[in-house]
């Protein structure tokens, strides 16, 4: 009987930190979109990426692109935009994830991330063109260059 009431209190002080752990991931989520209101790349990005996740209770890939793709035209440190905001957006339309597949489209925004200095970006871009099982022609010079660039 003993065992049994402690394992009650360990259960409840689990689902007490739990709902405290969603509280203040919903705070920072809320802080992240505050900022993103505010002009923040990165906040922008950090947006998407929890609505991409779930982590704060809420999984919307519709709502991630729209975050991902403010923060990948939103200057950040000198760059015309936050580059793995870009490059995580493509992800999304790469696997079909609140968009349709589109690999013409990801193919795009991963040449934008590897222009705004995305390295993923630029790693990605040039894995298009290194087989033809993407829609695109085999094209060893053009992922030369994107390899390079990143």
């Not at 709502?63 to 200057?75: D, G, I, K």
Request: charged share 20%; net charge neutral; glycine share 12%.
């Amino acid at each position: 009987m003993r065992f049994l009431m402690l394992l009650a209190l360990q259960v409840g002080w689990a689902g007490a930190a739990d709902a405290q752990s969603a509280h203040s991931k919903l705070q920072l989520r809320q802080s992240h979109e505050r900022a993103c209101a505010g002009g923040s790349g990165k906040s922008c990005f950090e947006v998407g990426a929890i609505f991409e996740s779930g982590s704060s209770g809420t999984q919307d890939y519709a709502l991630a692109r729209r975050y991902y793709e403010r923060a990948c035209q939103m200057p950040t440190n000198g760059r015309p935009g936050y580059g793995r905001a870009c490059t995580n957006s493509t992800g999304l339309y790469f696997n079909g994830r609140g968009v349709p597949k589109n690999l013409k489209k990801a193919m795009e925004i991963y040449d934008l991330a590897c222009e705004v200095g995305d390295s993923d970006g630029c790693s990605n871009a040039g894995l298009f063109f290194e087989d033809d099982g993407w829609g695109f022609p085999r094209a060893p010079e053009v992922s030369y260059y994107y390899y390079t660039w990143a």
